[in-house]
């Protein structure tokens, strides 16, 4: 099946030679290009690196049977991998990105033509360096990334001839299983440590009761780690309506989160789901945030207006007077009550 991982370029080039290596307790992937996007461009943010997507083809099934199901875990068109996942399932080409420097391509163009290292060309020669400046100034262009094997065929016929006179590159010659998989050793970079207890929440979220499931995010949650995004997007389709309501008012606690995942439940029929998902959308929608939080505030259910009143402090209070003033003449006490918490001595003449 074909599934996405969103990531950085410098980690994409490491991934292409020794696959994928559950550093932060598993390895991510989605059917959704666009949330593969938005994992890549929230990654490059942290890392000052450029965002790169890979295509990969996995099978589910195989993985099951070399993992176990309680160290693979899908739900959501996300799938979570707490184990190595070989290059061999990458079907990306090659794009001119991962070739990013001398090194990189002097070790493409020994591998496509079978000569070691030691005896091929070195990074070093004139030719590689002309490939290296002509690929970096594609890449800064605007013009697009790609490089077409035709084009890339009269680069190395033209600066390395002795090398590829006459040798026409095709698109299979681009792709990533030209790096052959590593021989596990002592030069393997080694899996970071994961935690005993972020190891025990895992465990919990690949179990059978849904409140060790909930007790697993919320442990997850307290650590703070990396992927919490990613692990309520993985519960979101979750069986049980208890731990999908945990899920989304995790959510609300996340910095990342995609507006487009948590739409449907804010449709729900059930008060308690409906006013989790809108408070999730109050929070990460940015562009919609004052339509959800009015929304919310303005829905028949007490519950969901509280489920989003919890989250007036995020608000600028000179700003958003409207969405103040609904909850400063809320019928619940409640939501008047954190309504007047934050307006007090701003110029608000509310229910008192």
Known sequence: MNYYHGTTLRNAIRIAEVGFLPRKGAVWFTTSKQYAQGRAKQKARRTSSSPFVLACDIDIQELYNRLGKKLVMRGGGVIAIR??????????????????????????????????????????????????????????????????????????????????????????????????????????????????????????????????????????????????????????????????????????????????????????????????????????????ARRWFERGLKDHEACVRLETAALLPTLDVSQHRRIFELALYDPNPEVKRLAQKVTTGKGYTGAR
């Not at 990458?90 to 990189?104: A, C, G």
């Not at 207890?197 to 919320?218: F, Q, T, V």
């Open 83 to 288: 184990g190595r996942v070989p290059p061999t399932v990458i079907r990306s080409h090659l794009t001119v990105e991962l070739l990013n420097s001398p090194e990189q391509i002097a070790k493409w163009v020994n591998q496509r033509l079978g000569r070691k290292s030691y005896e091929g060309i070195s990074p070093r020669h004139p030719g590689i360096d002309r490939l290296s400046r002509w690929m970096e100034n594609r890449t800064s262009s605007g013009t697009g990334s790609t490089i077409r094997p035709d084009e890339l065929s009269q680069k190395l016929q033209q600066w390395l001839p002795d090398f590829f006179e006459g040798v026409e590159i095709t698109p299979e010659d681009l792709r990533f299983d030209c790096f052959p998989e590593p021989v596990e050793s002592e030069t393997t970079a080694p899996l970071e440590p994961v935690s005993s207890r972020e190891e025990n929440a895992l465990d919990d979220l690949a179990a059978a009761k849904p409140k060790r499931r909930i007790r697993g995010l919320k442990t997850l949650a307290r650590i703070g780690t990396e992927d919490l995004y990613d692990w309520c997007t993985l519960l979101l389709s979750d069986e049980s309506l208890d731990v999908r309501i945990a899920t989304l008012q995790t959510i609300v606690r996340c910095d990342d989160g995609d507006p487009e995942v948590i739409l449907p439940f804010a449709e729900s029929q059930d008060k308690r789901l409906r006013g989790a998902a809108i408070a999730a959308l109050a929070k990460h929608s940015v562009e919609d």
